[in-house]
């Protein structure tokens, strides 16, 4: 099992950045792909991005290719969530979660075991 905790989150200015962190719990974190998601108000959880387990392979949502990077320290059980050239409608609860043995073709909330408790992330215009 595994328990998650990101951070990081905060008010920021449109065009400006923000890294998000996510503390991973236990001792197999290696073996879990990880993903970020987020969640504005009135709207589903959707995928941002997802690494593989030794952090050789990362997917972004297209609406977040280029401006976003995933990455990961197996070492520290941290994955981060590196934003730029941030935008109003980007305004969400960001969310990590953790997927066992997965692959980088997760991208459903349904494929993900684990989930943190979410960082709000605010970009004002």
């Known amino acids: 099992q595994v328990q998650l905790v990101e951070s990081g989150g905060g008010l920021v200015q449109a065009g400006g950045s923000l890294r998000l962190s996510c503390a991973a719990s236990?001792?197999?974190?290696?073996?879990?792909?990880m993903g970020w998601f987020r969640q504005a108000p009135g709207k589903e959880r959707e995928f941002v991005a997802v690494?593989?387990?030794?952090?050789?392979?990362?997917i972004y949502a297209d609406s977040v290719k280029g401006r976003f990077t995933i990455s990961r320290d197996n070492a520290k059980n941290m994955v981060y969530l590196q934003m730029s050239s941030l935008k109003p409608e980007e305004t969400a609860v960001y969310y990590c979660?953790?997927?066992?043995?997965?692959?980088?073709?997760?991208?459903?909330?349904?494929?993900?075991?684990?989930w943190g408790q979410g960082t709000q992330v605010t970009v004002s215009s």
């Open positions: 979660a953790a997927k066992q043995w997965g692959t980088v073709a997760a991208r459903r909330v349904s494929e993900y075991d684990y």
């Open positions: 690494i593989s387990w030794r952090g050789d392979r990362t």
């Open positions: 236990g001792r197999t974190f290696g073996s879990y792909v």
